[in-house]
């Protein structure tokens, strides 16, 4: 393989970032791949470890690590997983002693963000809910051609505004955001936009009931090996 001049930790099969080793067992740099960050890429990670001695980062950081340990639990010699992410959400939520949690879904998906929005509020939250549509701005605002709507050209459609949504999440000055079902793309500006914390409970996937993984799952079979095909 030809040596790569950037990160490729996909292509790794060594993990020398993760040993098994005994505790006092330092990390093999010298053994990992050419194209280890480790190797390439310390500047960027020394700025990474800067950025972890903010109190409110360390924090955020260890009760994370805290919530990621209690998913699993070891039963006789096996490790098992306890909790769906839901709970993890809430659980670190309640870690942090966050109040107001902001909640930005797709349209597509207004039951299931009903349903979650009780269940934050069950839990003691507030919820401040946004959903896609927020605005009511036609799509041929942003250039849309009658053709190119969803539910055809005679229909009004309103343009999808994640940037509104993110907007009213700054101005709210939530704890902590939880994405819903955005769409690919529209996730993107509402993560570029959005200045409050943010995590993903679930991402739009129209075929698929919402779990993308499944497409690569299936991608060296029949169903979907058009993925692996080379263009």
Same mark, same amino acid.
């Given at each position: 393989?030809?040596?790569?001049?950037?990160?490729?930790? =996909?292509? *790794?099969?060594? !993990? $020398? *970032?993760?040993? !098994?080793?005994?505790?006092?067992?330092?990390?093999?740099?010298?053994?990992?791949? =050419?194209?280890? #960050? &480790?190797? %390439?890429?310390?500047?960027? /990670? $020394?700025?990474?470890?800067?950025?972890?001695?903010? #109190?409110?980062?360390?924090?955020f950081a260890r009760q994370a690590s805290i919530q990621e340990f209690q998913c699993y639990e070891w039963i006789g010699n096996k490790?098992?997983? !306890?909790?769906? !992410? /839901?709970?993890?959400t809430i659980q670190l939520a309640q870690k942090m002693g966050y109040k107001k949690l902001g909640l930005a879904f797709c349209l597509g998906l207004a039951s299931e963000a009903l349903t979650l929005d009780k269940i934050l509020q069950n839990k003691g939250f507030e919820v401040v809910s946004v959903c896609c549509k927020a605005g009511g701005v036609a799509k041929e605002k942003i250039g849309i051609k009658p053709e190119e709507k969803i539910r055809g050209p005679a229909t009004y459609e =309103? &343009?999808? $505004? #994640? %940037?509104?949504?993110?907007?009213?999440? $700054?101005?709210?000055?939530?704890?902590?955001?939880?994405?819903?079902?955005?769409?690919?793309g529209h996730d993107t500006l509402f993560l570029q936009y959005c200045k409050r914390p943010v995590t993903v409970l679930a991402v739009k996937d129209r075929v698929l009931a919402h779990n993308p993984l499944g497409a690569l799952y299936l991608a060296s079979a029949f169903y979907y090996s058009r993925l692996m095909a080379k263009d």
């Open positions: 393989m030809e040596a790569l001049q950037f990160p490729a930790c =996909s292509k *790794c099969g060594k !993990r $020398n *970032c993760h040993p !098994r080793g005994a505790v006092d067992i330092p990390v093999d740099i010298k053994g990992a791949p =050419s194209f280890c #960050p &480790m190797k %390439i890429d310390t500047d960027a /990670l $020394n700025k990474a470890w800067e950025e972890y001695q903010q #109190p409110e980062v360390l924090e490790v098992i997983t !306890r909790i769906p !992410r /839901l709970e993890e =309103s &343009m999808c $505004n #994640p %940037i509104g949504q993110a907007e009213i999440m $700054n101005k709210e000055m939530v704890d902590w955001v939880i994405l819903l079902g955005l769409c690919v």
